[in-house]
Every structure is written in structure tokens, then in C-alpha cells.
């Protein structure tokens, strides 16, 4: 008996249908052109995660929308000109356009960012959030969304049209809408155009709000204007030489210096969940921090991130540039860092000091293994490459009682002048929803405000957060009863997303709402203000600058090198004058601890700019002479 395939006599069918009159054929082409615009939509709907946040789009800024749609139907016909199929260049855009919007709605989930035309140079990495993804989940209305696109798919297949062009003309098709799709997004003059749909071609600087307002597929097409940086004004070698050099070491520099062991340890969302109004916590999770803080200097570091982007002020605490001028979302090390740049291991290296990073997670992420020698750290060890033990509980991640372990162990190898060790955290990384066991909670917390799902989060963000502190307070012990000059310099790089739309604390009244830009001067300080402290097992003999004075993350390093009397630097003395004038400056989120005197500020700013843009993009006019030794 002979098979029978009812498939494929239903696609013989929708065939025969379709291609039996004029007017069926004129439907056919009329659902396969409009296969692209409900292709935008649906890429949008995805990344919105919801219909209501489509919906609200769609009604306040349609214009963005057929924006985003023009990008679908360039490459789209790009597509059909290179393959003649439809149905290929179907599937082909739809596994683009649907892959692109599901990387931004768990990325906002993982780390409260979006995705950015940039973090595509991550896509080596991806395999590295294979633990943040088993925690999340697609909402119901993405799923209906991908039914739909395979639905709307299946039925091209049916059809199957092809694009009654011969094969000479389809060549010359596909360069020139790819040349055009190139243009729309890249070229200036072109970008001048989206106003035409309502749209500014300015790359805006509140991420959220332009993701929001505009949707992910223009949203991401406005971000290709932050790809092209030209040269700041005053940028040339004569002029850098001149300004800087008012900042060249005395020649009283580095006198009386000790040759302490140095260790930076950046301890992942590390951070005081007791300011949440109205929640109380059986033990304090920062008890050790507060002990130590209380007899050495501590105060709260400004980060330039929320929730997310450790890169950034990890960036900023080791090479003292800033990232305010890069863009939103930005990966130095991934982006930028391509040969040797100033850093401040680099600057203890080139006085004999060893160097060396150590992470309890994949060394290859964010290429920080491919980084750091480029930053003077001769040797990078992951959680693979770890002389402690590993120690685990019911949590995803390696204990910090590793970190504490291993820091212990690197300080009591022998180090002819010294050893700066630079380290990084993980047990206290989100998600927290459910990240723990409830039997290894040790710090119980309540609060009559709060969701089950909100209580669910803290407890576990204080079991890691109170593991962290419990390492710190390790670390402290030993040094402390250490005879070898050392010091610590600890802070956390970001507060944790405890739940979407800022949530708990919205909830807590911490902040009054769920939109950035509206946030109060205080309300700004309460979401990325991070405690940090450095201490020394010994006299340094100076005072610390910046005792309870809220710092940016480049200024740490600077502080702690004044403090313990280390050789100056052009940079170091930079940074110092610039904290004088104005300590905190994060122009995303319109924060400036000196407000009075804006061109002294504005100048400052722009002097700092110019030399990280010298490190990172320009000529390396100032870095050339802090590489004798590499």
C-alpha cells in the first residue's frame, strides 16, 4: 500500500491554489510582501516580552516602528535577490530577527541591559551564560509570537514563490539593498532622514528610554551612530604634552615607600541591602565590612552600572579612564584593548612587583584572559587554575570562601618586591529568584511590603552577599596578623537586580520610579552607591583623602596609591586634582558632585576623556612612556 504524505498534498494544494488565477497570485505576493513588517513586529514583541509593552509602542511612536521596519525589508530582499527562494530568505530572516530581540530580553533579565550592536564581539562567549539562562524562562506571549512566525513561515513553504527575476539581476539586487541597508543604518547623512519618521539620528544616552520608546529594531539602529568616534577636539600630541605636564612626578616620589603586597578584590553586586526601607534582617549581612570599616577608610563608590556590566568599573578601578564616554553597554576589553595600555598593575609591575588576576569563573569571559597581559597582569587564573580548594553549596557558582582561600595562598608565596593581585568574585552573581536552597539561608529577613517573590530574592542576595562579607572578614584576619606590609583595597561593582522594574526597590519606596531619568539626586545615589574599604596591617604615615566621600570607581585606585605613599604617576596626580574638583561625575545618569563651578568641572571631564581616548582609540601619545617594561 502506498504511503500518503498529507502534507504534502496540502502543500500541492496551497500550489495549485495560488498560482490557478491572477487574482490568487496577486494574494500570494500580497502575504509574502507583507511577511517582513510582521516580521518587525514580531521582533519587537519579542524583545518587549509583553503584549502591553507592544501595544503602548506601537500607539506612542509608530514612526520608530516603520523605522525598524525598512531595516526588515532590506535585508529581506537582500535575501530573496541572493537565494531567489522566498521561503529560504523567509527562514533566514526570521532566525535573525527572532534570535536578535531574545538576546535582548534575557540579557535585560540578566543584567537590567540591552543588547547593543557592540555585544555581538560576546558572541564567543555565549556559552558562558548557560547558567544565568537556566534560571529564566520566555514569557507565554513569546512563545505565541515564535508560533506564529513558524506558522506564517510553514505557509511560504507551502505557497513556495520564487521571485520571477533571472539570476543576472538578482547579482546586481543583493550588493545594491545591502550597500542601501549599510547606508540607512551607517551614514550620516542618511540618519539625518529618520526625522522624517519622528526619529532624532543622535544616539540617545538613556538606553532604557530609547529601547522603550523606540522599540529594539530602531533602538539598535540608533546605536550605530556611538560606532563612530572621530577625534576630540584638542586631540594631538603637543596639546597633551602641555596639559599633563603640570601632573609629572616630584622628584620626592615613591620616598619611604614599603613595597606592600597589593590585592584589589572586586566582590560581585556587593552591597547593603539594609537601606531598603521597612525590612528587617535576623543578623547584619555586612558585619564584617562595618568592623573593619569602623578602624580604616571606607565610604561608598558611585558605579557607572546597574545590576549588570562588572567589565566597566573593574575596567575603571584598574586603568583609571573612564567609560562615561564610551557607549552604553560597552565592553572595554572586548572593544578596545588590543595592545599594552597604562593600568595601574602595569605601574607596580614596572617597580618589580609580580602581577597576577584571579576569577572563580571562566577566565575567558569578557576575553579578560586575552585582556589582562595587555594590562601588565602577567598571569590570569580561572576557576580551573585555582591552587584553593572549591568549595560549593546549593548555589550555581564557587563559594567566595574559594576566593578568601586563594587569596591567602598567592599571598604567602614568595615575591622578591611584591605582588599586586587583582580578584574577582562570583557567588553573590544573580539571578537570585530561587538561586539557593532555603535550608542554606542564614539570614532571615522580613518585611510587610514585600512579594513572596521579593522576600524569595533578598534571602538568597543576603546568603551571598553574608558569604562574600564572611571572605572579607577571612582576608582581613590573616593580613592583619601578616608581617609583610600589605593592602587591601574591596569594593562591590554594582547593586544586584533583585527583580524586574527595579523591583524591590520600588516596592521598599527606596525609589519613587521605575523610569531612571526621573530619579531623584538622592534616589540616583541610593541605586549605584557601593561600599568599599582599604586597609593596611600597617602605619602608611598619610591621611586618606577621601574619608565618607562618595568616589567614581577611576578615583579608587588613585586614593589608595596616595594613601600608601606609592611612586606618582602622571595619571595618579591627575585623578587626585580631578577628585578635588569634583568626586563624583556620571553624566548617565546626570550625577556631579560639584555643581557650582561647571566649566571647572567641564574641563576636568574633557581632560579625562582625551586620555582615555589616547589609551584606548588614539595615537597612545601618554602610554608610550609607561611601557619600559612589559
Known amino acids: ?330 565592553v572595554p576589553y572586548q572593544q578596545y584593548v588590543f595592545e599594552d595600555i597604562f593600568s595601574y598593575p602595569r605601574l607596580f609591575k614596572n617597580i618589580g612587583y609580580d602581577t597576577l588576576g584571579i576569577h572563580t569563573y571562566q577566565k575567558e569571559f569578557y576575553e579578560r584572559d586575552r585582556a589582562y597581559p595587555l594590562l601588565g597582569l602577567t598571569e590570569m587564573r580561572g576557576e580551573y587554575d585555582l591552587h584553593a580548594e572549591h568549595h560549593w553549596n546549593s548555589g550555581p557558582y564557587i563559594t567566595d570562601e574559594t576566593i578568601a582561600e586563594e587569596v591567602i595562598y598567592q599571598l604567602e608565596q614568595p615575591h622578591e618586591t611584591g605582588l599586586f593581585l587583582h580578584v574577582i568574585t562570583m557567588e553573590n552573581h544573580s539571578m537570585y529568584l530561587n538561586k539557593y536552597d532555603p535550608s542554606d539561608w542564614d539570614i532571615k529577613v522580613s518585611s510587610d511590603v514585600l512579594s513572596d517573590d521579593e522576600l524569595n530574592a533578598l534571602h538568597n542576595y543576603c546568603k551571598g552577599v553574608s558569604d562574600s562579607d564572611a571572605a572579607l572578614g577571612r582576608i582581613y584576619d590573616y593580613v592583619m596578623n601578616r608581617e609583610k606590609p600589605t593592602v587591601v583595597l574591596w569594593y562591590g561593582d554594582h547593586l544586584p537586580t533583585l527583580g524586574d522594574s527595579f523591583s524591590p526597590y520600588i516596592t521598599t519606596g527606596n525609589i519613587s520610579s521605575t523610569t531612571a531619568q526621573d530619579w531623584t539626586e538622592e534616589e540616583k545615589y541610593t541605586m549605584f552607591s557601593t561600599p568599599y574599604v582599604i586597609f593596611t596591617n600597617y602605619d602608611t604615615g598619610k591621611d586618606y583623602r577621601a574619608e565618607n566621600v562618595p568616589v567614581s570607581p577611576y578615583l579608587l585606585p588613585a586614593l589608595m596609591c596616595d594613601y600608601i605613599g606609592a611612586p606618582e604617576h602622571t595619571r595618579t596626580n591627575f585623578l587626585l586634582d580631578l577628585y578635588e574638583t569634583c568626586p563624583v561625575i556620571s553624566p548617565y545618569y546626570d550625577l556631579y558632585s560639584n555643581k557650582e563651578d561647571k566649566t571647572t568641572v567641564n574641563e576636568y571631564i574633557r581632560h579625562h576623556e582625551l586620555l582615555t581616548y589616547d589609551d584606548l582609540m588614539g595615537e597612545k601619545y601618554l602610554v608610550r612612556k609607561d611601557l619600559p617594561n612589559r
Open 1 to 330: 500500500m502506498k504511503y500518503m504524505n498529507p502534507f504534502h498534498d496540502m502543500q500541492t494544494e496551497i500550489q495549485e491554489f495560488f498560482h490557478s488565477s491572477k487574482k490568487t497570485k496577486l494574494a500570494m505576493w500580497v502575504i509574502v510582501a507583507l511577511f517582513p513588517l510582521y516580521l518587525a513586529y514580531a521582533c519587537n514583541s519579542l524583545a518587549f516580552g509583553t503584549t502591553e509593552g507592544m501595544a503602548a509602542f506601537l500607539q506612542g511612536n509608530r514612526g520608530a516602528f516603520l523605522l525598524g521596519t525598512v531595516v526588515v525589508y532590506l535585508l529581506f530582499g537582500a535575501l530573496v535577490c541572493l537565494t531567489k527562494r522566498i521561503p529560504l530568505a523567509a527562514f533566514l530572516s526570521a532566525l535573525f530577527f527572532t534570535i536578535m530581540p531574545l538576546i535582548d530580553y534575557f540579557k535585560v533579565q540578566i543584567l537590567e541591559t540591552h543588547f547593543f550592536p557592540w555585544d555581538i564581539m560576546v558572541a564567543k562567549n555565549a556559552g558562558s551564560f548557560g547558567t544565568f539562562l537556566t534560571t529564566l524562562a520566555m514569557p507565554d506571549s513569546a512563545w505565541n509570537t515564535i508560533a506564529a512566525t513558524v506558522f506564517y513561515f510553514l505557509f511560504l513553504l507551502m505557497m513556495k514563490p520564487e521571485i520571477p527575476v533571472a539570476w543576472k539581476k538578482r547579482v546586481i539586487g543583493t550588493p545594491i539593498l545591502l550597500v542601501c541597508l549599510y547606508f540607512f543604518c551607517m551614514h550620516p547623512a542618511v540618519r539625518n532622514c529618520y526625522e522624517f519618521f519622528g526619529v532624532s539620528p543622535k544616539a540617545p544616552g538613556n538606553q532604557a528610554a530609547n529601547y522603550n520608546e523606540n522599540g529594539f529594531l530602531t533602538a539598535f539602529v540608533l546605536n550605530f551612530a556611538s560606532l563612530n568616534m572621530g577625534d576630540p577636539a584638542d586631540y594631538n600630541e603637543k596639546y597633551l604634552a602641555n596639559y599633563f605636564e603640570k601632573y609629572q612626578p616630584s622628584a620626592k616620589s615613591g620616598q619611604g615607600f614599603q613595597n606592600p603586597d597589593i590585592v584589589v578584590v572586586l566582590s560581585e553586586a556587593y552591597w547593603d541591602p539594609t537601606v531598603l526601607n521597612g525590612v528587617t534582617y535576623s543578623e547584619d549581612p555586612l558585619k564584617n565590612y562595618r568592623r573593619i570599616a569602623a578602624e580604616h577608610p571606607s565610604g561608598n563608590m558611585v558605579s557607572c552600572t546597574f545590576g549588570g556590566g562588572t567589565v566597566r568599573p573593574e575596567f575603571e578601578i584598574l586603568t583609571g579612564t573612564t567609560t562615561n564616554m564610551l557607549p552604553s553597554g560597552n
